[in-house]
C-alpha cells in the first residue's frame, strides 16, 4: 500500500479479509491501515482486518495462521450467505 496506487478498490466492489503482519517491515501497518479505513468508509462494504503476530512480509512462517484465519472467514461469510 505505500508502493503501488490501490485506487482501483474505489468503490471497493465486495467487503473482504485483510491480513497483515506485525513483523512486515516491508509495509507498514500505517499503510495498510489507512486502505483499510478508507475501504470502511464505503457503504455495504466490511472489511475485516487482521494483525497475525509475528508475521513477515512472506509469511513464510505463519502460513498455518493465514489458512486457518482465511477459513474461519470463508465459513463466516458461506454461514451469513445461506
Not at 26 to 34: G, N
Not at 53 to 74: D, M, P
Request: include cysteine; charged fraction near 25%.
Amino acid at each position: 500500500t505505500n508502493a503501488y496506487d490501490f485506487s482501483f478498490l474505489a468503490p471497493c466492489p465486495a467487503s473482504g479479509l485483510m491480513l497483515h503482519g506485525s513483523a512486515d517491515v516491508v509495509t507498514p501497518p500505517i499503510e495498510v491501515e489507512r486502505v483499510v479505513s478508507k475501504l470502511r468508509t464505503q457503504k455495504g462494504i466490511v472489511i475485516d482486518y487482521e494483525v497475525v503476530e509475528g508475521a513477515s512480509h512472506f509469511w513464510a512462517e505463519n502460513l498455518t495462521e493465514v489458512e486457518k484465519r482465511v477459513g474461519a472467514y470463508l465459513d463466516k461469510r458461506l454461514a451469513a450467505s445461506a
